[in-house]
């Protein structure tokens, strides 16, 4: 699906995680030579692939050698290390492009809304991933992983699932990957021997995929447990499981249930699932977390049948040294950027933005991936999402409907500003060097984890070259 008439269509995708790659894949094949420039505010690309992806799970980040192929187009550019906002706004691209796509996915994260959630020891899981996987933004943050024992892990996703390998990992395994450097001095003095995993459903309604669970069970020196009542499927659930034909919702349960008839080893570090639990508030001494009171819960079905959390009346004491909230990613509002604050999300209608729900649609303006549809799905599903969100922008250009740029190219306006923008060529010298000195290190890749780090080594690395 070529357009011969199509050279010069200009795009500007605002993010360079999966959905923005994505969004100039499906472009370079339907628009003949389409330009689509990628804009990061940080200097490196990939978004969660680089800042989110465990470091553990090395496979996974492997997918950045699609967008290694898809910025070989000739009408691929990154401008890396240029924030929508601070360096250019909406209404610089709009006057550069013909089209502008939302990609910077849900940068920050759900609260409990329960008392004590701001105790010292109560983290979001957001920020410990950005953390251990050197995102600039979390580079900050302390974890008091020293003075304890017992953790309180809430929410059952393949987030949780992180969080809760890096806290039982051995230190030697993880040095060897891409792990921040400064995540290291804590995870060894460490001293976590359980982590609680509190899910507010049963096991039937568990958000992890099965691989991800049963793959902590098979690490050495960590056992899944589950006590036989939490196992125990209600009715509502197990009619729920046979009538839906969910296929990792039933292998998640015979985990479960095997786990729970393996009984409680002991001598090993262990990941304790509880189900059908909600913690309800917070405790802590001298401003510190001491403990969590969690309610239990039962099964009702809402209106279109699916099981919801009600409390039964019964709460329970907790005693636990830390908290991770590990409930949902959530978006931020971006300046100029229509928002819709009840989802977290840019409004819109099939990727075209809107000006607010049910509102007038901004032409030539669109989004994609966890922006437009929240923070849901694996990095494949940004595929089949980009493309759902280029075949909207193809009708409109056929149809017309777009922005009509007074300039080409955005360079100028950035030398202009005497913005530094990294090239996709400074980020393959960086890319390099970053491995190259992981070698040295014994590990993959050693990660720079502050924006004035990664742009020294940049300039470093121009000047080298020329
Ligand atoms: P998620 O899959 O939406 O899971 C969030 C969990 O938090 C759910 O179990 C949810 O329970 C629970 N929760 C939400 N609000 C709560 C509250 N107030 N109290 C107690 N529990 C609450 O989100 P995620 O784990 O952040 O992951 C985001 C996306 O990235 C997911 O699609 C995930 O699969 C993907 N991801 C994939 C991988 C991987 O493949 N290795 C790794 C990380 C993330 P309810 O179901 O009851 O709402």
Redesign the pocket.
Known sequence: MSDANSTGWRVAVVGSGPAAFYTAEALFKSVEGAQVDLFDRLPAPFG?VRG???PD?QK?KSVVKVYDKIAKDPGFRFFGNVKLGRDVSVEDLAAHYHQIVYAFGCESD????VEGEDLAGVYA??DF?GWYNGHPDHREHRFDLKNARRVAL?????????VARILLASPDELQKTDIAEHAMPTLRESRVEEVVL????GPA?????P??IEEIAVIDGIDVVVSKQDAELDELSAKWLEESGARSQKRNVEFVQRCAEAGEPQGNKRLRCRFLV??SALFGENGKLTAVRIDHMQLQADDTGTP??RPTGTTEQLEVDLLF?????RGEPVPGVPFEDRKGIVPNVDGRVVEAVGGDVRVGHYCAG?CKRG?????G?NSADAKATVVAMLEDKQSGKALTPAADDIESLLQERSIDAVTWADWQRLDEWERREGEKRGKLRHKLASVEELMAVVRELRGSDE
């Open positions: 969660l989110g992806v465990a799970h996974i759900q609260k409990l809304g899981a957001t991933v809430v929410g059952n996703g393949n987030v949780a699932m992180d509190l899910g507010r459903r309604q568990a958000a992890f995929s691989k991800e909600s913690p919801r959390p909230k590990a409930i949902g990613y966890w923070p849901t799905g694996l990095i599903t």
